[in-house]
């Protein structure tokens, strides 16, 4: 390599630390920020790595660096060595690196008063959670145990209990939260994420609409999609559907992120989406699903979460529209007496089991009489269905006002 090559590497090394040293003086956190976003792939990052490889001597400059803050060298150096790892391809030792500038980081934190940093924390918060994704998968693929992740969560909580106070920084928890809750739902810990809501919902010092729109939506989607796994469907609702008013219109990939899990949770409370919006956001995987729900198709539905049972197994919402099969009863149910109401008004209301268990056939469902009535007094007593039965003549006898009541939003098990 030419003199001229090395001494440019020299200049931009040193270009590089000077602009971090100035940006911690000035209290510049928006450039500080850009300096530490390792998986960016800034054009900066990715030639101040080959600057690094070529100048190999760069710890030198470090030193002189470190005449402003005595700790600064302690977040530089393993910086700059993650630097290289990741650009290496080495994602094991980029993490290991960025954990001990992360930490030595931290800790300069906690002694700024002010909240200019909380940005650049946060860019720290998002960097060691995909840095640790990288790692493991690197790990996993060497037949390693990939455990990075997890260690990144016990740094992410230590961020959380740095933010979580009285003082200004506290407007940065919700973001280091949602970063929590990416980790713990990747490893498959959603319960760890109960403790970090309470202290988010609780704390009489953190006033919700006080945090970044961008930050409550990931929030209410991440808790909405609590909600769905604990059947909270109400609950999930409300959270999801909070997130998808709020949610940047322009963020198409985000919106469908989220209708992913409000449209199961929609259906489980009564409410069908239009075919219009599954088509406009490509989730089409529910088209034979709200089809089946309309026309009362129990072979429609189990084809639907037959074909799609991996996608859904793999989003954590296959026993949702599993326990649709009630509605899609019901429905069938209720075709069945509007077509006797056209021929005999007076009759409607008594359905004989022969005549369902035959229309269930039509469908290819195999049930005989006494698993028809089973399923009838289900929905009679999930107040899908009003009336009793009259058992001598195997008949269920309707209510004549309103037979089959409508969700109105709530679910099935309510």
Known sequence: MSFTSMGEAHRRIAD???RFSEAVSTQDGASLKSLLSVSSNSSLLLSLADDLNLYQDWSRLVKQAERNSHTLGEILVPHLRCVQSYRSGRFVEAYAAFEKSANAFLQEFRNWETAWAVEAMHVVAHEIRILAELADKELASLGKNPEKLQGAGSFLMKVFGSLAGKGPKRVGALYVTCQLFKAYFKLGTVHLCRSVIR??????FFDFEEFPSSDKVTYMYYTGRLEVYNENFVAADQKLTYALMHCNSRHEANLRMILKYLIPVKLSIGILPKMSLLD???????????KALKQG???LLRRALQEHEDQFLRTGVYLVLEKLELQVYQRLVKKIYIF??????????QIKLDVIVKALKWLEIDMDVDEVECMMAILIYKNLMKGYFAHKSKVVVLSKQEPFPKLNGKPVSS
Not at 280 to 290: A, D, G, P, Q, R
């Open 16 to 18: 590089f630390l000077n």
């Open 199 to 204: 202290s988010i919902e609780t704390a009489k």
């Open 280 to 290: 406009k956001f490509h989730l089409t995987e529910y088209t034979n699903i709200v």
């Open 297 to 299: 198709d129990l072979r």
């Open 340 to 349: 006797q109401k056209q021929k005999d008004p007076s009759k409607a209301h």
